[in-house]
């Protein structure tokens, strides 16, 4: 499965907003995908409670996973970018 690690872009972290947009995202892709924090359980990125789980603030990196090119480049993009803007 391909990966990538980017840094949360969000200015206050991966709160309801942010995850319920990568949420979606992520459920309509049709490919699974993960992320996770250094050293914790990867979760559903479809999931935006899960995602909130991962206590991600701004500045955190995250790892994403999933076996499609497209969605992970998709899916990576959206945890970069600040959504609160």
């Given amino acids: 499965m391909a990966s990538k690690t980017v840094t949360v872009g969000s200015s206050v972290g991966l709160h ?8 979606e995202a992520a459920a309509a892709a049709g490919a699974p ?3 996770a924090v250094a050293g914790g359980e ?13 206590g991600a603030g701004p500045g955190t990196e995250i790892t994403v996973e999933s076996p499609d ?10 945890v970069a970018a600040d959504l609160d803007a």
């Fill in 69 to 78: 090119e497209a969605v992970l480049e998709q899916i990576a993009a959206l």
């Fill in 16 to 23: 309801a907003r942010p995850a319920a947009t990568i949420a």
């Fill in 42 to 54: 990867p979760v559903d990125a479809g999931s935006s409670l899960l995602i909130m789980t991962l």
């Fill in 33 to 35: 995908v993960t992320l």
